[in-house]
């Protein structure tokens, strides 16, 4: 099987990168939300994306009509009945995702592959909520989805070969450049990275330097394009706990424990650049 037709559940940032790439990549693409009204304007997002693409001239007109004849906005999961394979990109909760499986199990055909774009929950919790957990994995895409070109292919214990292969295939197929990784906590990308990111957050909190100096200085000693802590504001403090969380509950490792100074800031919505205020101020 070749994946010809892609259902994505959810459609916000990540969802809406991924619908790009693929219609880019001349699959069709149905997406749903919860809402018809919000799947049609994700869809007059990605038509002003697109618009972009063609004035600086990264994109002819003729593919970017192309692309917008591939993509469906729907509000009914019935609709990804006929997908090669669906990945869902909803809010990172698992009781939430794991009931979504369940439903996506029902409505799909048996060759249907079900994927998650979760960037740390166990994937085999989903996979066993189905009635196919060899035909379920990881396809995790990283923000914003058009630019990166990351594709963490995650194994759960359960999934087969084939299933591996055709979500490889799928992610070479929209230019990215897939690696594959087991089943545990953070994959390869979030257990290297938080860490270090939980570890400026308690540099700050102990006072050994300021915010502006901790940033610099990831920049300029390690040339990293962006700081730890304004890092963190783009991705979202909120986001980011949750992820330190998981990765602390499945290892145990102090290392991994969230500093308090992050927990407060999530408490007081202080949330990075979604909320206006982070680390840094973005309402001036």
Known sequence: ??????????????????????????????????????????????????????????????????????????????DLAACDLVIESVVEDLATKKELFNELDRICGESTILATNTSTLPVIEMAMETGRPNKICGIHFFNPAPMMSLVEIVRPLTADDETIAEARSFAEACGKSPVEVKDQAGFIVNALLFPYLNNAVRLL???????????????????????????????????SLAIIEALYAEFRDPNYAPVPLLKRMVAAEQLGRKSGKGFYDYKK
Do not use: H, W, Y
Request: charge should be negative.
């Open 205 to 239: 909190e102990n006072g050994v330097a300021t915010r502006d100096d901790i940033d610099e200085a990831m920049k300029g000693g390690c040339n990293f394009p962006m700081g730890p802590l304004a890092l963190l504001d783009l991705v979202g403090l909120d986001t």
């Open 1 to 78: 099987m070749t994946v010809k037709r892609v259902g994505i559940v959810g459609s916000g940032i990540m969802g809406s990168g991924m619908a790009e790439v693929a219609a880019k990549a001349g699959i069709e693409v149905v997406l749903r939300s919860r809402k018809q009204e919000t799947a049609d304007r994700t869809i007059a997002g990605l038509e002003k994306s697109l618009n972009k693409q063609v004035e600086k001239g990264r994109l002819s007109e003729e593919d970017r009509d192309g692309a917008l004849q591939r993509v469906t906005g729907t509000s009914d999961l019935g």
